[in-house]
Nanobody, 125 residues
Framework: QVQLVESGGGSVQPGGSLRLSCAASGFTLDYYAIGWFRQAPGKEREGVSCISSSDGIKYYADSVKGRFTISRDNAKNTVYLQMNSLRPEDTAVYYC??????????????????WGRGTRVTVSS
């Protein structure tokens, strides 16, 4: 069965860092793109980052460029999101998801067919 499990969330002060993990099972990462999304209270879900399957091409939302880094370890079947210089507006529940066939918009939620349950990130003083 396809499963995605996020971990690594928690509370951090502004300017701090967190590393999120997305552990995949039931499939291999070699043939799928994996995206990170987030949803803050009162806000719609937004795409944060995506890493493609074959070339490892990376995509980032403008709001996180230069601060977040997505990476993939196929041997561990895990995707990571390194988050640096965190800001209060980064507070949200973060989800990872597997792309459906025919990825067109890497940061659009409708491109993804399986989702994890999410991990909460809180950035505050």
């Amino acid at each position: 069965q396809v499963q995605l499990v996020e971990s690594g969330g928690g509370s951090v002060q502004p300017g701090g860092s967190l590393r999120l993990s997305c552990a995949a099972s039931g499939f291999t990462l070699d043939y799928y793109a994996i995206g990170w999304f987030r949803q803050a209270p009162g806000k719609e879900r937004e795409g944060v980052s995506c890493i493609s399957s074959s070339d490892g091409i990376k995509y980032y939302a403008d709001s996180v460029k230069g601060r977040f880094t997505i990476s993939r370890d196929n041997a561990k079947n895990t995707v990571y999101l390194q988050m640096n210089s965190l800001r209060p507006e980064d507070t949200a529940v973060y989800y990872c998801a597997r792309s459906a066939r025919g990825l067109r918009d890497p940061l659009a939620s409708y491109e993804y067919d399986y989702w994890g349950r999410g991990t909460r990130v809180t950035v505050s003083s």
